[in-house]
């Protein structure tokens, strides 16, 4: 069964850091171009960084690009998304998905299975 799981979510201050996992079962991590995505309360989904298959090119939006890092453990099926100097505007629920072609893209039609998704909370 293909499946993504995120973990690592919580509550953090403002200035901190946070690393979120994406377990996925059922294919490897480097055979699909995986993305996280992250959705605030009365906001649409909003792409936060993209991880390609194959030779592991990542992507992130201007917005998004000096703070946040995404990386992959092909062993261990994972996608993580580290996240530093946290504002409280990054509160939101975070959640990665596996796009089913293609490279990367932060559009989420694009990407066919997605994970429950973790919450983050900047607050002091």
């Known amino acids: 069964q293909v499946q993504l799981v995120e973990s690592g979510g919580g509550l953090v201050q403002p200035g901190g850091s946070l690393r979120l996992s994406c377990a996925a079962s059922g294919f490897t991590v480097d055979s699909y171009t995986i993305a996280w995505f992250r959705q605030a309360p009365g906001k649409e989904r909003e792409g936060v960084s993209c991880i390609r298959s194959g030779n592991g090119g990542t992507y992130y939006p201007d917005s998004m690009k000096g703070r946040f890092t995404i990386s992959r453990d092909n062993v261990n099926y994972t996608v993580y998304l580290q996240m530093n100097s946290l504002k409280p505007e990054d509160t939101a629920v975070y959640y990665c998905?596996?796009?089913?072609?293609?490279?990367?893209?932060?559009?989420?039609?694009?990407?066919?299975?997605w994970g429950q998704g973790t919450q983050v909370t900047v607050s002091s």
């Open positions: 998905a596996k796009r089913s072609l293609g490279g990367c893209s932060l559009r989420p039609l694009y990407f066919d299975v």
